[in-house]
């Protein structure tokens, strides 16, 4: 039997109003979806879980198909021949608003959805396609459908672990995957005693049971009555909602172990990835004669980029072989992983949750995604003995620029990608960069105008990198194609003093009046999900936790501002108008004192010294470094400069760079001074 694909277009417009972009010209939009048909006992599907019980057409082969769109130069041949794949978070289109500064849209097709058009001016053919098959329609994610595994045509039931951790007060409901974009796995009874709902404080806290006659497993129906004026409520019984009628207290982490049925495959995921791209780069048409959008035989490379959720997908899509396509070839040539930190994905595992976020201190604090090994050099675990890699497959393996920002260390176990399990220093085989955003934040919206605090102490980290990003895949196509070496990474590391423990950081840290700091980052200890974990299947829900101290994580040293040092700083780092970290605190009522999800601070510094001398703040004011407003566009300039210099930025971000400085930055940094 033979894996067949076939494509379904739905739709070939303009793209951005037929805008010109460079010497590339005008975009085309072609939108639609793929179909896949696959042989479960050919051996690039051997590792899927349950592949082997998903129902089979006429000819024994498993259909599955996804959303894709493609914006590719309306002349191929004036673009670059490469494909940039965008590995869509959650179902989300991500890359237009991190390369080119767009506004966020899952159905591009404005000038102002294009932003400064960087990836269209380079020339790439930019394509995003569905991975993630538990995601719901809504907001036009991307989405799969996938089959359903049984066991001879019966259901397939076993342990489910969900979290829930709100932030308003009076919600009683929530779909039992947590997440409204999420399929939830049902339940196969509504008798709440064969459940465990429990709650805690903080991620370490011992378990509260809620005994089973304080919940339901049902939804809460809200409407006017026939008036159109009265208020009523219904409870109605769901096999895919909880409700607690006293409501979720905000901050407290509520846990749900149930019995779930129908199981979907989600580790087609990894293949839909796989097979298309290798369809788009190598083949003239589709296994019915419909020819290939990208042309036959133009594309010479590809290349993919994912973030956060994504950037793990990508790190797990390499290790677990995928980068080699059905005749062996490679898929992509260059990958750049962004924000992922130390983690794999959750999803080619029974009942996985593959929205989920990986483990930090107080949100899914034990998540499988969590697991050895973590860097992409060999090393051995000094817990288990297991020696390992993300790459291992020299023949395969592409050239690698992994990006993380300071949250990565605080929540997500950075530190983890560039030392062993003890903590020592590890240096990036010959085709990987590592480059940690210093004093940056995970999400780091470009579109960001004013901050705000949400359920945090703090207001959110302000400092722009997404021109970090462009000088990343520029310098990641000349390393594929001329073989022109990436700048040096640069992350810290214990040899210099520029990674630490949390005490030693802590020690550092300046004394800043009314600011409390974390206790130290995320610790990962070392998980025991069962003995049947390595074949997708999780046995032990919740996890027995097997070393608490598990592996050591890091995070870089500061200066005297409190600002990350031994790290790639953007020029509002280097020249800056506040300390701003990686890590934010919640506030009172909303878990107390635990870091929040993936949220940096940033802590303005006195505006003059008579602010600084009646707030006794250890930190120079900004007029005693910054005279005035013009100076401090000087000095973002001068850093600017010398990231050009260093390679690490592009000559035309300078400017731009230059811009968002005029006027104290003020929108960003709520600075009074005139």
């Not at 109003?17 to 939108?31: D, L, N, S, V």
């Not at 999400?443 to 102490?457: I, L, Y």
């Not at 999800?597 to 510094?605: D, V």
């Not at 401090?632 to 230059?658: F, G, I, K, N, P």
Request: aromatic residues 10%.
């Amino acid at each position: 039997m033979k894996t067949e694909i076939r494509l379904s277009i739905s739709e070939k417009t303009p793209f951005a109003g037929g805008m010109e972009f460079g010497t590339t010209g005008p975009y085309e939009r072609i939108k639609g979806r793929v179909h896949f048909a696959v042989d479960p006992g050919e051996q690039a599907y051997s590792g899927i879980t349950d592949l082997d019980k998903a129902p089979r057409n006429k000819k024994g082969l498993v259909d599955y198909s996804t959303d894709f769109l493609i914006l590719k130069p309306l002349e191929l041949e004036k673009g670059n021949r490469r494909i940039f794949f965008d590995w869509g978070n959650r179902g989300n289109i991500r890359a237009l608003q991190f390369f080119n500064d767009a506004v966020g849209s899952n159905d591009p097709q404005t000038l102002e959805e294009a932003g400064n058009g960087f990836l269209f001016r380079r020339g790439y053919s930019v394509v995003f396609a569905g991975w993630q098959g538990d995601l719901l329609a809504g907001n036009g994610r991307f989405l799969m459908d996938l089959p359903v595994a049984t066991d001879q045509g019966k259901s397939i039931t076993g342990l489910v672990r969900c979290e829930y951790i709100l932030e308003e007060e009076g919600v009683t409901t929530q779909p039992l995957s947590g997440w409204a974009s999420t399929r939830s796995h049902p339940t196969v009874s509504l008798d709440t005693r064969q459940a465990t709902l429990t709650r805690r404080q903080y991620g370490d806290s011992p378990r509260e049971v809620i005994p089973p006659d304080q919940w339901m497993f049902a939804r809460d129906e809200g409407g006017s009555g026939l008036d159109g004026v009265s208020k009523q409520t219904a409870i109605v019984p769901s096999d895919s909602n909880l409700y607690l009628p006293g409501g979720f207290e905000p901050g407290w982490i509520y846990e749900l172990v149930y019995t779930g049925k129908d199981p979907l495959v989600l580790g087609l995921g990894h293949t839909a990835v796989r097979d298309f791209i290798s369809f788009l780069k190598y083949d003239a048409s589709d296994d019915e004669g419909t020819p290939n959008p990208l042309g036959s035989g133009m594309i010479e490379k590809a290349y993919g980029w994912g973030r956060s959720q994504t950037g793990r997908a990508i790190r797990d899509f390499v290790y677990h072989g995928y980068n080699e396509d059905l005749k062996g070839r490679k898929v992509f040539d260059g990958l750049l992983p962004h924000v992922s930190g130390a983690g794999l994905l959750w999803m080619n595992h029974r009942f996985a949750n593959a929205v989920s976020p990986a483990g930090q201190e107080h949100e899914v604090h034990h998540n499988c995604a969590d697991r050895f090994p973590f860097s992409y050099t060999e090393t051995t675990d000094h817990l288990t003995g297991k020696t390992d890699a993300i790459l291992k497959r020299p023949k395969s393996d592409p050239l690698i620029i992994h990006t993380q920002s300071a949250t990565e260390y605080w929540q997500r176990k950075g530190s983890l990608v560039h030392t062993d399990t003890r903590g020592n220093d590890l240096e990036p085989p010959e085709g990987v960069r590592i480059y940690a955003w210093g004093s940056s934040e995970h999400f780091a919206d470009p579109k960001m105008t004013r901050p705000s605090k949400g359920p945090c102490q703090n207001f959110s980290n302000v400092v722009r990198t997404s021109f970090f990003c462009r000088a990343s895949l520029d310098h990641l196509d000349l390393w594929v194609t001329q073989e022109i070496a990436p700048p040096q990474s640069r992350f810290p590391k214990r040899s210099d003093g520029t990674l630490v423990d949390g005490p030693e950081w802590q020690n550092q840290f300046p004394n800043i009046p009314g600011i409390a700091i974390p206790g130290g980052p995320a610790k990962l200890p070392l998980l025991d999900f069962g003995s049947e974990f390595e074949k997708g299947l999780l046995s032990l829900e919740p996890p027995q936790v097997l070393d608490t101290e598990g592996y050591p994580t890091l995070v870089p040293s500061v200066d005297d501002d409190g600002n990350d040092r031994g790290c790639l700083n953007a020029p509002m780092v280097l020249a800056p108008l506040a300390t701003y970290t990686g890590w934010n605190l919640r506030a009172r009522g909303q878990g107390h004192g635990a870091k929040y999800q993936f949220s940096g601070s940033t802590i303005p510094f006195p505006e003059t010294p008579e602010e600084r001398q009646v707030t006794a703040d250890p930190r120079a004011s900004i007029l005693e470094r910054y005279p005035n407003a013009e100076s401090y566009v000087e000095a973002v300039r001068a850093a600017s400069r010398q990231l050009v210099e260093e390679r690490y930025m592009l000559e035309e971000d300078l400017e731009r760079c230059v811009e968002w400085a005029k006027d104290w930055d003020r929108l960003r940094h709520r600075i009074r001074l005139p």
